[in-house]
Nanobody
C-alpha cells in the first residue's frame, strides 16, 4: 500500500514564503517523476510543477514560474515545493502526485497531465492573505 502525504501548508501573507514537502510510505519516491497540482475552491485541479525522475529537469506552470522551485532529496525520500512571493491567487489545496513507473522520461506535455501520476496525497491547504 503506497501512501503519499503532503505537509507544510498554512496561512501566510502576500509576499511570504512556504515550503511544502511530499513523502511516500510503502514505496520510494526515488527515480519517479513527482508532480505538484493545486485546486482552488470551485476550480479544476491544475498543474503547478513537476520534477523528472533524475531531478535534472523541472517544469512549471506559467503562473508560478520564477516564484516556485521544486527539488528532491531521494536519500530522504522527499520532494519539496518552495513557494516564494506568494499571492492571494495561490490559495488552494496543494497535492503531490507520484508516477508509479521508475526511470521514465516523457515528452514535456506528459508532466503537466494528472493522468501521468498514479499515487496522490490528501493535500495540504495553502492560504495567502492580501
Amino acid at each position: 500500500q503506497v501512501q503519499v502525504s503532503e505537509a507544510g501548508g498554512g496561512l501566510v501573507q502576500a509576499g511570504g514564503s512556504l515550503r511544502l514537502s511530499c513523502a511516500a510510505s510503502g514505496r520510494a519516491i526515488s527515480n519517479s517523476i513527482v508532480g505538484w497540482f493545486r485546486q482552488a475552491p470551485g476550480k479544476e485541479r491544475e498543474f503547478v510543477g513537476a520534477i523528472s525522475w533524475s531531478g535534472g529537469s523541472t517544469y512549471y506552470a506559467d503562473s508560478v514560474k520564477g516564484r516556485f522551485t521544486i527539488s528532491r532529496d531521494d536519500a530522504e525520500n522527499m520532494v519539496y515545493l518552495q513557494m516564494n512571493s506568494l499571492k492571494p491567487e495561490d490559495t488552494a489545496i496543494y497535492y503531490c502526485g507520484v508516477d508509479k513507473r521508475k526511470r521514465t522520461t516523457y515528452t514535456g506535455p506528459a508532466y503537466y497531465s494528472r493522468s501521468t501520476y498514479d499515487y496522490w496525497g490528501q493535500g495540504t491547504q495553502v492560504t495567502v492573505s492580501s
